[in-house]
């Protein structure tokens, strides 16, 4: 028997059946990739009382971390990160780095973001990125939501 696919060339059920398995298989694999225990974490931001308008939040993992701690970060909007659990970290104690966002500056300070094409200079004093003081721990089954109200003076 032939089965039609739309308009183009007929498919056997065998090459239907085998084309259906392999998609599958690989559909199943990219799920599996990554067995890590991971977790979502979500939270906000603020600086000086404000939400931070644009930047971003990573969470590296301290080091007494288990072999299995993995970055994790993404970015912040309106004062809010949202990562979700695909993507987030394992269980653990984390280092905290925020960057805030915006525009290039021809001002070069001890803040610059090294690495950037054009250097700008950085609203977030270095104690809260390139110097941080900020930890997190992500605990398994949550909820893992954080608040960090930064400061500039």
Known sequence: ??????????LNRTTFGL??????????????????PREAISGTVTLDDQPL???TIQFL??????????FAGGRI??????????????????SVTIISGGTA???????????????????????YNTR???TAEVKKGGPNTFEFPLKTK
């Open 77 to 94: 909007l309106e004062g809010k990160f949202d990562v979700p659990r695909d993507q987030g970290p394992t269980p653990g104690r984390y």
């Open 132 to 134: 941080t003081k900020l």
């Open 19 to 36: 084309a259906a398995s392999l998609l599958i298989g690989l559909v199943g694999c990219a799920e599996k990739m990554d067995q890590l």
């Open 53 to 55: 308008k644009d930047g």
């Open 61 to 70: 993992p301290d080091a007494t971390a288990s072999d299995e701690a993995t």
């Open 105 to 127: 500056s021809s001002g070069v300070t001890a803040e610059t973001i090294p690495g950037e094409g054009v250097p700008r200079k950085e609203k977030i004093p270095a104690k």
């Open 1 to 10: 028997m032939v089965i039609g696919f739309g308009r183009g060339l007929p």
